[in-house]
């Protein structure tokens, strides 16, 4: 079946980058929307970011301003690019795929701010 394979996740200190892809693999007909969020330890999974098919953006309040989102629509692959990235970044990511219906999940990557 499809499933959503991420990449890029790892170390970095604060006020680094990181750059979060996810794609589609298995058969996909049309363009899904898309995202990202993230489950820091101890606290609930939380929203970072959304694409729409169309390319409609919302970033969260707590990121606006340093991550970015954007895909690739031919491929359903998204990215997350996360700029001065504070401890508080600190969590796992998981992407996301809107189906019809229902949802689909990446298996998550873990994203460690720290000096």
């Known amino acids: 079946q499809v499933q959503l394979v991420e990449s890029g996740g790892g170390w970095v200190q604060p006020g680094g980058s990181l750059r979060l892809s996810c794609a589609a693999s298995?058969?996909?007909?049309?363009?899904?929307?898309m995202g990202w969020f993230r489950q820091p330890p101890g606290k609930q999974r939380e929203l970072v970011a959304t694409?729409?098919?169309?390319?409609?953006?919302n970033i969260a309040d707590s990121v606006k301003g340093r991550f970015t989102i954007s895909r690739i629509n031919a491929q359903n692959t998204v990215y997350l690019q996360m700029n001065s990235l504070k401890p508080e970044d600190t969590a796992v990511y998981y992407c996301?795929?809107?189906?019809?219906?229902?949802?689909?999940w990446g298996q998550g990557t873990q994203v460690t701010v720290s000096s």
């Open positions: 996301r795929m809107l189906l019809a219906p229902g949802t689909l």
């Open positions: 298995g058969s996909i007909t049309s363009i899904k929307p």
């Open positions: 694409i729409s098919s169309g390319g409609f953006t």
